[in-house]
């Protein structure tokens, strides 16, 4: 465990402020940033970064779904179904995390980190809504009203079988790597399950918080969680996400996608460097 | 009052308690590791300082728990036993990692 100062936790501190609104700019949890971050840079062990990025996702989840409660945007009756696979595959990942090598871990999320910057680079966006406002939604599927069009939309959920598979993977992928996973879950919903991405978005950082806690709870057993470093990661992702989502809203984010894109390119190619030692 | 109808009240309901819920344990958490943390900067780690940043990082670790939990009591009192089960099957899995936490603890 790294010894902690005032100076560490300001570095934690910005780092958190940093990721948290790229996050927020990108429409992702920072996770995918942090992580590297704290182990490439600052060279906690993976576990230590993983726990503290993992900390700093359940918040961002619990902030951001509080915000959004009682707009019918978060689909709950999906995302409890989806959490029994992402919860499952998080409870899995976080086991397996404990027993295979660092290098084994920077590897995969270098594999990540490679798929996230395609996703990124490449985000489907289908619109999958009903306009009709009479349509059944279906047991699973939702309604909500569009601020874009002005509209109350109604979506059904289609391949739920890809929907579980998708999740599940997303929750194990997830503790084993530190990041919250929305970005593999997310544009599978939009392109093959039928809910708007809005909707997936929503429902997804809702999700997350419990897959993440899933994850958190065993490396928090294994004393891989330093609560000082994971209270400045948290404060600092809390404050860089709020700017982020201020700033947000004016900013086009599409030189801004190339630029991370690029960037876990390089996160790619070095833990790449690293693990492959 | 049509099924539909009903479910549609319900789900309004599960949102606003949900809700409720993330919103206190944000706020909660929040300012343990606020007050935490500064405290640690100022006077060093250990006695009230660490205890508060420990029990911030429980409550941020408890609250999606505390929302599966509600969660589970709106469906079962909406008669709702398919989703019931479902949420119940979630909570297992969570209490499945923090017993996966206690081996691993117990390894150290």
Known sequence: MPLVTPALAAIIFTAGAVSGTLGALLGL????????????????????????????????????????????????????????ATAGGSFLGGITAQLVAQSVLQRLFGIVAVVV????????????????????PGVLGGRYYEDESGTTVTYRV????????????????????GIGGGIIKVPILNAWCGIPLRAAAATSAFMIGVTATAGAIIYYGHGQLEPTLAAAAVLGVQLGSWGGMRFGASASAKWLKILMAAVLFIVSAMMFARGGR | MTPNGRRQAGAERLERVVGAVLRAGVAASSLCLIVGLLWTIAAGSGGIPSSLLQIGIVVLLGTPAARVVVSIAEYVAERDWRFATLTVIVLLELLASAVAALVFNRRL
Request: proline fraction near 4%; aromatic fraction near 6%; avoid cysteine.
């Open chain 1, 117 to 136: 910057a395609i996703i990124m680079l490449t985000r489907l966006r289908r619109r999958n809504v009903i306009l009709d406002p009479a349509a059944d």
């Open chain 1, 158 to 177: 289609k391949r739920l079988p890809v929907a579980l598979g998708a999740s599940f993977i997303a929750g194990n992928v997830s503790s084993l790597l």
């Open chain 1, 29 to 84: 949890g920072g996770g995918v940033f942090l992580v590297p971050f704290l182990n490439l840079v600052v060279g906690f062990p993976f576990g230590v970064a993983a726990a503290i990025s993992l900390t700093t996702v359940i918040a961002t989840s619990s902030t951001v779904s509080a915000g959004r409660a009682g707009r019918q945007l978060i689909n709950m009756r999906l995302g409890m179904l989806l959490e029994v």
